[in-house]
């Protein structure tokens, strides 16, 4: 793996194995990138969306507002990844300050992998583990290659 890509990938796959790019909270991923477009596609559909309700006899339109919150919300990222500051999804975290601890990259590159020490639910706890663990069976670079366009949801 050339460095650039390396360092790139760890920007992308935090040291759990989750996908920060696809994280609606990461500043530079897909879901803020098309989260702008959209609401760019859309421009000033809010005085369109209020006369569908009764032109179009359609309404779903009403929804137009909550709509919107929303897609401003997803837009809005400001998270650089976990490498670079505290998770701001998984508020118990407790893996990026642990890799740092242990100078391991991913967790399962730690004598200790699997352990109790990630702060996690047991549902992401298994995810992390299923992560992990093929990340050690096929490697970093061709696991990000596998979930690199599939979503994180």
Request: net charge positive; hydrophobic share 30%.
């Amino acid at each position: 793996m050339k460095k650039a890509d390396s360092e790139f990938i760890k920007g992308r796959i935090a040291p759990c194995g989750l996908h920060c790019g696809k994280c609606f909270a990461f500043a530079d991923g897909d879901i803020s990138y098309h989260s702008n477009e959209l609401k760019r596609s859309l421009g000033n559909f809010d005085v369109y969306a209020q006369r569908f309700v009764a032109m179009l006899d359609e309404p779903v339109f009403a929804k137009y507002p909550d709509f919107k919150e929303f897609l401003d919300h997803l837009s809005v990222a400001t998270c650089q990844g976990c490498r670079k500051e505290k998770c701001k999804l998984f508020k118990t975290c407790n893996v990026r300050a642990c890799s740092e601890e242990k100078q391991v990259d991913f967790c399962f590159q730690c004598s200790q992998f699997p352990c109790e020490n990630t702060g996690f639910d047991e549902h992401l706890y298994k995810r992390f583990v299923t992560i992990n663990r093929r990340m050690q069976e096929i490697g970093v670079e061709k696991y990000y290659e596998e979930v690199r366009n599939i979503p994180r949801y």
